[in-house]
């Protein structure tokens, strides 16, 4: 991974000191509210319900040992004992008092972390595939191409007050397992027959109050050309953005009021005038600026098949537990010997996402002793073990269920993904955790939920959608009627390579309907399936809404004829 030298660990201190100092003049009256908010934003915190919230950047979803034990320390030492994975693979603190929060902002940054523009209308953290570098379908990996965006848009004068937040989203696979085209600009590394590596783009993602898909803008930019590019797109956004409406101020608004021929044409002209220019030589990326940046993101140190390699066959044969494990949470990984471990962070009666302070000790000391130091965060707010030799797989297991973090559970109902909602968040109309909790009792037994199988469920407490509900094959939407908490439901969204955005199926239901509500859907789906192979999403696109509508308001017709 990029380890920061002397001048970004400078930056980091000089921020950690410039931030203490507005939080001093402003606890002490100096700063009024509106000037320190803009402040505190663009160091990560915001304020929520109770309490602030603090939202450290996780570039690329890529952590080390060092930064998980610093992070269980923070945990205990600054909040309650747990912290928060998002969607964008940033991790959250909901309980930091003000006046430590410096504080907090140091420790972090021993260890190269911090909450620099994770808030605010500037450039948000860049996400990625969490399989990069381990996948076999991979083509390109993305982090180097991920971090030398990172270092160019971080604090950038031009691009750090933009209309609205900004997010990019890489992806190097032919699978998109990063969701990259809900995010503003969406970046596909591809390699041309000849050997010739560039990138297609996606421009006007984005979820919340009108969720849309990304839109390709060009299908072969040229390798050199990354910040050219970025450059012309944040560019006419900058300048084109909607600035007098905060719902109407993202770049996918500009797509949709200019339409998709003027909307391209404005960013192809701003690119060909950056690329006539002297600016030209300033933007482009060198071989050797691609190469040093490689030589951070090397494969680790594997051994040979021979020394690694395991059938686990027997292993699962005598127990039932560790071989659910196997089939649910363990991937191919590229290299002979080596699987892909997924830790769930879904377990019964813990909020999804939500990770204690011991549970990172656990993981430290798990990534250290059997996949080279390293832990990387998901778009599905669970975290993987990219590099496990076969042979170490049931000693990791034994590892990961003695902290909790084993529920054999990945990609199935109860891997939930979820937005904190009205239990913290300012702008939630309904809470998130007690309905996750409510559906997953409904499913809590494996026999039940390997019968319904793959099925991507999410849900969002508000219209901002940081749950992601709308590209969820069952999306759910908290919503405020009269002061009661309510939710709708969206069916057939995706959010990768078959990206799709679902559609409302109708009225809304009750906090104590949603629970059931969902249970009927799936049931419906069972029985609606063609076999048993059919997922949740292929019967969906088959039959379409209709049946599964009549599933979710099931019983409503026969009362109203009675």
């Keep these: 991974m990029y380890r920061y030298d002397e001048l970004d660990r400078a930056l980091l201190e000089q921020r950690v000191a410039q931030f203490r100092d507005q939080t001093r003049r402003y606890l002490e009256g100096e700063l009024a509210e509106d000037e320190f908010r803009a402040l505190r934003l663009r160091n990560g915190l915001y304020q929520q319900r109770f309490a602030?919230?603090?939202?450290?950047?996780?570039?690329?979803?890529?952590?080390?040992?060092?930064?998980?034990?610093?992070?269980?320390?923070?945990?205990?030492?600054?909040?309650?004992?747990?912290?928060?994975?998002t969607t964008r693979q940033n991790i959250q603190l909901n309980w930091p008092q003000l006046a430590e929060v410096p504080d907090l902002l140091a420790e972090l940054a021993?260890?190269?972390l911090h909450g620099i523009q994770a808030c605010g209308n500037d450039t948000r953290n860049i996400t990625s595939d969490y399989l990069a570098g381990v996948a076999a379908d991979e083509v390109i990996d993305p982090r180097p191409y991920c971090e030398l965006l990172r270092q160019f848009v971080t604090l950038h004068p031009e691009f750090y007050w933009l209309p609205r937040k900004f997010k990019f989203g890489f992806s190097?696979?032919?699978?998109?397992?990063?969701?990259?085209?809900?995010?503003?600009?969406?970046?596909?590394?591809l390699r041309r027959e000849h050997g010739a590596i560039g990138y297609r783009f996606f421009v006007g993602g984005g979820l919340g109050r009108l969720p849309m898909l990304g839109q390709e803008m060009s299908s072969f930019v040229p390798e050199s050309d990354l910040l050219l590019y970025v450059t012309a797109?944040?560019?006419?956004?900058?300048r084109f953005g909607r600035r007098d409406n905060i719902h109407k101020a993202r770049i996918k608004i500009v797509l949709r009021e200019w339409g998709y021929e003027r909307f391209r044409a404005a960013i192809e002209a701003e690119y060909a005038a950056i690329r006539g220019s002297a600016e030209r030589a300033q933007l482009a990326l060198l071989p050797e600026d691609i190469e040093r940046m490689r030589a951070h993101f090397t494969a680790p140190a594997?051994?040979?098949?021979?020394?690694?390699?395991?059938?686990t066959g027997a292993l699962a044969a005598r127990e039932a537990r560790f071989a659910a494990w196997l089939k649910r949470n363990v991937r191919a990984h590229r290299v002979r010997g080596y699987r892909v471990v997924f830790v769930s962070l879904k377990a019964p009666d813990q909020a999804p996402g939500d990770c204690t302070a011991a549970q990172f000790e656990a993981l430290a000391g798990i990534c250290d002793a059997y996949s080279f130091g390293e832990l990387r965060s998901t778009y599905e707010q669970n975290l993987v073990l990219a590099d496990v030799a076969e042979r170490d797989l049931h000693a990791v297991w034994l590892r990961l269920d003695a902290a909790g973090l084993a529920t054999p559970n990945i990609g199935?109902?109860?891997d939930m993904v979820c937005c904190p909602g009205l239990d913290f968040c300012s702008l939630a109309n309904a809470s998130s955790i007690?309905?996750?909790?409510?559906?997953?009792?409904?499913?809590?037994?494996?026999?039940?939920?390997y019968e319904v199988g793959p099925i991507r469920l999410t849900m969002s407490g508000c219209m901002n959608g940081c749950g992601h509900h709308s590209v969820g094959h069952i999306g759910i939407l908290g919503v405020d009627k009269h002061g009661e908490e309510w939710y709708q439901v969206t069916l057939g969204g995706s959010p990768g390579t078959d990206a799709a955005i679902g559609e409302r199926v109708g009225r809304a239901l009750a906090r104590n309907e949603i629970a059931a509500?969902?249970?009927?859907?799936?049931?419906?789906?069972l029985e609606l399936r063609s076999d048993e192979d059919e997922t949740f999403i292929e019967c969906y696109r088959r039959v379409g809404l209709a049946p599964f509508k009549a599933c979710l308001y099931e019983g409503e017709a026969e009362a109203a004829a009675a």
């Excluded at 594997?302 to 059938?311: C, G, H, N, Q």
């Design 302 to 311: 594997y051994r040979p098949p021979a020394e690694v390699a395991l059938d």
């Design 412 to 414: 199935l109902v109860t």
């Design 434 to 449: 007690g309905v996750a909790h409510d559906i997953y009792r409904r499913f809590d037994s494996l026999d039940a939920q």
């Design 233 to 238: 797109i944040l560019r006419t956004f900058n």
């Design 517 to 525: 509500g969902v249970e009927r859907l799936i049931r419906g789906y």
């Design 110 to 112: 021993e260890v190269q």
């Design 172 to 189: 190097g696979a032919s699978v998109d397992r990063a969701a990259t085209r809900t995010n503003d600009v969406a970046v596909h590394l």
């Design 52 to 85: 602030p919230m603090l939202r450290i950047s996780v570039p690329y979803g890529l952590l080390e040992s060092a930064q998980l034990r610093k992070l269980a320390h923070v945990t205990r030492r600054y909040d309650r004992g747990y912290a928060h994975f």
